[in-house]
């Protein structure tokens, strides 16, 4: 499963139109080289979206040279001359939140017109991924020449960051504000996403990526004669070595009370687990150098490693010391429900007899009635999944998922009320920034007479500036924060956001569900429904 992640690529290719190629017509996937038909021509790919910015009607590589030539820079072998950004989507985006190759492309115009200010871009989607996956993304290539003086961005740290005839730089902060902004650009399109600030489960690096494409092509292609012949191959699918590492480290832990028998368990297969400076590494039988927490994702670094271990030895002693008398209480099934259930998702019975008042057919109703007959089964599933043992017990767990789901919805509202205060002041005191050399120079100006002339020669920045600190006054700011402290301050509520969104997704279809459940049970049972109540949902 692949969630919104952005990526970042430079390029010192002098050839501006190598990039429109890549884009217009198709690669190979592992070799990156065009893929020509018999007449040895470029195939073009079947769809995509494409439009530039800011090239005055210009094809894009011959408005990049341009630039180059006029402000006379990129003109060296070592001068990276473009940046490509891709922004990929969740490949469930499209059936479940309506994203399409054209809202996506829209999307990508929008968020580089507003990050990539001055610079002349190519914006390209593909309506999708390697091997058929199906995530939509979307390609952002611009000249690392800036061509217009533009406003100072809360990723920018130096005054040429702003500047025509600057280059644009892609700093560790820059990178990690861009994916702030695909994070929140998510939230509020309503698609899904994943924090993309704080590290990831699994670090799958391209090197690996690839290495396991590769592996799973050659691995089909040696398995296609036996399959052929109907013969079942043993395996079918390829796993690089990092990713059975990963899988071992991982039964381990499902058993584990302690590290010292976490330790053992991997001994056994093979697996030395090392800790060193509070991190750990794991050293495989076929290497001489150990793979580092890091190179494999944030669940297998030591503080994750340790806090289940710790949540593995507290369930032990939670059961040996349970009263298996105790029924368990309702909020324990809602935990219980937030383990992955292979139940497929239920849906309401079907009143067939107010249907057929309405002059549904005989046709309808011998589908209406294989129809209740499946969901009546997946019903009763989940209500003994639950541990439910009254409908009464289930109204109640009713309620409480409703209260957590609206619990959830008033903080997450709290939160983006917060995180608009902030950018706003962001907004404000980078504006404040940019005047600083106009308002220098005023306190240079000996005479009120030159103060004066020089205000109006200046007078669009001291407007600018003059907002701002009416802006200051009128929320009682008397000492301005760093841009650096402000902008991390936004990244962790940007995080936070994402994991209480997250969070209320989840609980809103667990309320669903089991609000499915209840009316089908009600329906089953022939009993008279309650009022029902108004579902409350977050606006984003």
């Known amino acids: 499963m692949r969630l919104a992640t ?13 990039a429109e190629q890549y884009l217009l017509f ?50 060296r072998r070592e001068d990276v001359k473009s940046h490509h950004y891709i922004i990929s989507f969740d490949p469930r985006d499209g059936p479940d939140n309506g994203l399409t190759a054209d809202r996506a492309q829209a999307l990508g ?38 061509i217009e003086e533009v406003p100072f961005l809360p990723y920018m740290d130096r005054p040429a960051d702003t500047k025509a005839g600057c280059k644009h730089r892609c700093t560790d902060a820059a990178l990690r504000y861009f994916k702030s902004e695909v994070m929140e650009m998510c939230h509020r399109e309503g698609l899904y996403q ?61 058993t584990a009370a302690s590290f010292d028998e976490f330790s053992s368990l991997l001994l056994r297969e093979g697996v030395a687990v090392k800790e060193s400076r509070g991190r750990l590494s794991y050293l495989t039988p076929d290497r001489t150098k150990p793979i580092t927490a890091r190179k494999l994702g944030d669940d ?42 292979t139940t497929p998702n239920v849906q309401r019975l079907v009143d067939i007899e107010q249907k057929k008042a309405e002059g549904k057919g005989r046709g309808y109703e011998r589908w209406a009635t294989m129809h209740n007959l499946k969901q009546m089964a997946a019903t009763l599933n989940v209500y003994q999944e639950y541990g439910f043992t009254s409908p009464e017990q289930l109204e109640a767990a009713v309620d409480t998922a409703y209260e957590e789901m609206r619990q959830t919805s008033g903080e997450l509202k709290t939160l983006e009320t917060k995180l608009q205060g902030k950018k706003e002041l962001q907004q404000q005191v980078l504006a404040y920034a940019k005047t600083k050399p106009a308002r220098d120079g005023l306190k240079a100006q000996k005479s009120p007479k030159a103060r004066e002339a020089y205000r109006q020669a200046h007078e669009s920045d001291f407007i600018i500036a003059d907002a701002a600190a009416r802006y200051f006054r009128e929320h009682g700011i008397t000492k301005l924060p760093a841009r650096k402290v402000l902008q991390d301050e936004i990244e962790q509520l940007v995080s936070k956001k994402s994991s209480l969104y997250n969070t ?37």
Request: aromatic share 6%; hydrophobic share 30%.
């Open 504 to 540: 209320y997704h989840e609980q809103k279809q667990r309320y669903t569900e089991l609000q499915t459940v209840k009316r089908n049970i009600d329906q089953i049972l022939r009993r008279s429904e309650p009022h029902r109540r108004k579902e409350q949902s977050h606006e984003r």
């Open 194 to 254: 994943i924090d993309l600030l704080n590290g990831s489960k699994n670090r799958v690096t391209d090197r690996e990526y690839w290495a396991q494409k590769k592996g799973q092509a050659a691995l089909d292609k040696q398995n296609a004669p036996m399959i052929a012949g109907g013969i079942t191959p043993r395996q079918t699918k390829f796993e690089t070595n990092k990713e059975k590492l990963r899988q071992t480290i991982r039964e381990a832990l499902a």
């Open 26 to 75: 198709e690669h190979d996937e592992f070799t990156m080289k065009p893929v020509l038909d018999e007449t040895g021509r470029l195939i073009p790919r079947e769809d995509y979206r494409l439009s530039t910015l800011n090239c005055g009607g210009e094809d894009f590589a011959v408005a990049c040279m341009r630039a180059n030539l006029r402000y006379e820079k990129n003109q």
């Open 300 to 341: 297998f670094d030591r503080a994750a490693v340790l806090a289940v271990l710790e949540q593995n030895a507290a369930r032990a002693a939670e059961k040996a010391a349970a009263i298996s008398s105790t029924p368990p209480s309702i909020q324990d099934q809602l935990r219980a429900d937030r383990v992955a259930r």
């Open 109 to 146: 115009e929008k968020f580089c017109a507003e990050h990539f200010p001055g610079h002349q871009a190519l914006v390209c989607t593909h309506p999708d991924g390697h091997n058929h996956s199906g995530n939509i993304h979307v390609h952002i290539v611009i000249n690392s020449l800036r």
């Open 6 to 18: 952005l990526k970042h690529i430079n390029s010192k290719n002098a050839d501006y139109g190598a």
